[in-house]
């Protein structure tokens, strides 16, 4: 029974990365009780700012068998997006993830492609895709998978790839062998990630404080106005942060994505200060129609920019 179950692992991993996917792990499904508590605390000191989506669907979000009745397994995939091109230094600056066409539409298209092709090699079987779009601990379920641990910025770091990966999560009611949570947390008493954060967003315990967070400043918060004294710490972001990421020593693995469709926007990528404060709503609307940028939104987006010329 076991070696069945290990070779059906061994074919999904295969179709994972027959549809593209970088890296694939497995986990049983079960309740993340451990998990649970971390969260339930977490959100009782608000760490979570606006985002109340994060304490809806509490026991969706911690018990995969609640979220999909009868799953059996946890199908976590690592889709690489570290570009080949950077942006100008002097430009006002978008988290890497957004340079290219939004994350969500990619990867959504290749999970259901995906969990075509198991459906044909296992039968009727059932599954749900997920990314970022629903009350999954994903990056919990990677580390289980063994596809990295959770650094002190709050990031799933690989070994042997860094951190610059979105995160899917397929569950599954098909019985498969699970990988072995084996490895080990390689941070050590680095501190790079706490030290470099203008905000102090990176507490102690691997615990993130949302609400001091650029990326949350920037994308997560629908107020006008910003926090009074933010203009000095941060660091010209107007679109999400990367700092916590570039400082990481693990990065220095990180290959360039071969996913074309990821490759960045030519704006992204030359626009500057000018372009960027004379671009339009209509052409905001036109240029960034399938961006992740769409998320902040024009408004949000000119709201952010104010931060960079003060």
């Known amino acids: 029974m076991q070696h069945l179950l290990f070779s059906k692992s061994v074919l999904i991993k295969k179709l994972a990365s027959d549809h593209g996917f970088d890296q694939c792990g497995i986990a049983k499904a079960e309740p993340l009780y451990e998990d649970a508590k971390r969260l339930e605390d977490w959100l009782k000191k608000g760490y979570h700012g606006e985002m109340q989506y994060m304490s809806n669907h509490f026991e969706l979000r911690t018990d995969p068998t609640k979220l999909f009745p009868g ?6 995939l690592l889709y690489n997006y570290f570009p080949e091109t950077l942006q100008n230094t002097d430009a006002p600056k978008i988290a890497k993830y957004a340079y290219g066409e939004d994350y969500h539409l990619v990867i959504r298209k ?7 092709s198991i ?23 990677a580390k289980k998978s063994g596809l ?9 770091i ?34 790079k990630c706490v030290d470099a954060c203008p905000t102090e967003a990176i507490m102690i315990n691997k615990t993130i404080d949302a609400t001091k967070c650029i990326s949350y400043f920037t994308i997560e918060l629908k107020s006008n106005e910003l926090p009074d004294g933010l203009e000095k710490k941060s660091e010209n972001w107007i679109f ?3 700092i916590c990421q570039d400082v990481c020593p693990w990065n220095r693995f990180s290959e360039t994505t071969e996913h ?13 200060i000018r372009e960027w404060d004379n671009l339009s709503e209509e052409n905001f609307n036109v240029i960034f129609k399938n961006s992740p940028l769409k998320r902040t939104g024009f408004k949000g987006l000119k709201r952010n920019l104010k931060l960079f010329q003060q």
Do not use: M
Request: hydrophobic share 35%; with cysteine.
């Open 71 to 76: 799953a059996k397994s946890v199908i976590t």
């Open 110 to 116: 290749k999970l259901n492609t995906l969990l075509q």
């Open 119 to 141: 459906r044909e090699n296992f039968g009727n079987i059932e599954g749900r895709g997920f990314v970022d779009s629903a009350p999954v601990l994903e990056r919990t379920w």
């Open 148 to 156: 990295g641990w959770i650094g002190k910025n709050g990031n799933l």
């Open 158 to 191: 690989n070994k042997s790839k860094g951190s610059f990966f979105f995160i899917a999560t397929l569950i599954t009611d098909l019985e498969l062998e699970p990988d072995v949570e084996h490895v080990k947390d390689f941070c050590g008493t680095c501190n």
């Open 240 to 242: 999400g942060c990367d």
């Open 260 to 272: 074309q469709e990821l490759n960045p926007y030519p704006e992204i990528i030359h626009f500057g």
